[in-house]
């Protein structure tokens, strides 16, 4: 049995995470690890997912990503996401990655990653996530965008399995 839940707007999932790059979360020569921003950024998108749903979420994919400018021991990373689109159980959330030297009070975009969150209970089985509703344009263009986003990682999903013979 298929319950209807009231439609959340996107503006509910809104979250914003800060995090200081400290020795411990870089390489060598001082510049963040990829593998610390994408745990933050998976961080920062489960945040927003929860919010949406009111639920527990698991990640179940990453989209694509590039890490555009390095960041170094001092600086500030700011991650902001919001739920894009939802798909019954499951939700594409954007994610933008800044960092910021506010010792020279400039701010740069270092990443921005989707990613596809499924709701779960407590014992880890799916749950029907409300729909989400977008209010400005940005949001619309998200959603519209999301939808072939899907689109493209089903087909991919598609060819993989083909191709493994499963």
């Known amino acids: 049995m298929t319950q209807t839940l009231a439609p959340r707007p996107v503006r509910e999932s809104y979250s914003e995470m800060n995090e200081i790059v400290l ?23 489960a945040m927003a997912a929860h919010r949406h749903s009111h639920s527990y979420v698991v990640t179940a994919s990453i989209d694509h990503m590039d890490f555009w400018v390095p960041v170094h021991v001092g600086d500030l990373v700011i991650l902001r996401s919001a739920v894009n689109r939802v798909f019954h159980t499951s939700m594409e959330v954007g994610v933008k990655a800044w960092m910021e030297n506010y010792l020279h009070g400039t701010r740069k975009h270092i990443s921005s990653a989707y990613l596809t969150f499924v709701a779960v209970d407590g014992a880890g089985g799916r749950l029907q996530v409300p729909a989400v509703t977008p209010e400005n344009e940005d949001e619309k263009r998200r959603f519209e965008d999301a ?5 493209i990682r089903n087909a991919e999903r598609d060819r993989r399995i083909k191709n493994s013979g499963k």
């Open 23 to 45: 020795p411990n979360d870089t390489k060598p020569l001082g510049a963040l690890l990829g593998g610390r921003l994408m745990h933050w950024i998976d961080m920062a998108g």
């Open 147 to 151: 939808g072939r986003r899907r689109e």
